[in-house]
């Protein structure tokens, strides 16, 4: 009789799924958070998840860098704003701190940031809203990223046609909304409309 060789199951590496990509996504954003990848290593190292096929082949890519959860908690270029009841908004020329808290309880937040200056090519926003959304518009050219973004009874959604995959800045938003929906836009379009030629 021949004799069936068994190969041990510890031997055969398992094909990574969407989720395991998206896992390994949100490490480096972390990373980029924390500040031990720039940008640039953080775009290389993204293109290379999504060509990842093995187990192994992520974990070259974040072997080096903090587990999930890791993201940053406190920092001098940290701002909170807390409130509840009524609305937030946030427009025109302001600076965008890297990282933004916003605890917000049945209230919405509307942040322009079109017309922004950046401290610098990477924004953290953490959410922490029940019963409230954030309207968030951006810049032509900025990349968002709402894959870390818990959402109960609601929705995520980057209404943006062709939005960027990689641009800056590069905003990441992570945490938590209860009963509310997170909205990313594209600059408001001009309703001015233009008179026909030949006429004054």
Do not use: Y
Request: one cysteine or more.
């Amino acid at each position: 009789m021949t004799e069936i060789n068994h190969v041990p199951a510890e031997a055969i590496e398992m094909r990574i799924s969407d989720a395991d990509r998206n896992g390994t996504l949100r490490r480096l954003h972390n990373a980029v958070a924390l500040g031990l990848i720039d940008i640039d290593e953080f775009e290389e190292r993204s293109a290379m998840v999504s060509r990842a096929r093995l187990r192994s082949d992520l974990d070259t890519l974040v072997g080096d860098l903090p587990g999930p959860g890791a993201i940053v908690t406190s920092a001098a270029d940290r701002v909170e704003l807390r409130g509840v009841l009524g609305s937030l908004k946030r427009q025109g020329e302001w600076v965008v701190p890297s990282r933004l808290a916003l605890h917000r309880r049945m209230g919405s937040v509307e942040l322009d940031l079109t017309r922004a200056r950046f401290a610098g090519p990477i924004v953290v926003i953490e959410l922490d809203m029940k019963f409230g959304g954030l309207d968030l518009r951006l810049p032509d050219g900025a990349s968002a990223s709402i894959d870390d973004v818990e959402v109960n009874v609601g929705s995520a959604h980057d209404h943006r046609r062709d939005a960027p995959a990689e641009g800056r800045p590069h905003v990441i938003l992570t945490g938590k909304v209860v009963c509310g929906s997170v909205d990313v836009r594209g600059p408001r379009k001009s309703w001015r409309l233009r008179r026909p030629f030949g006429h004054t």
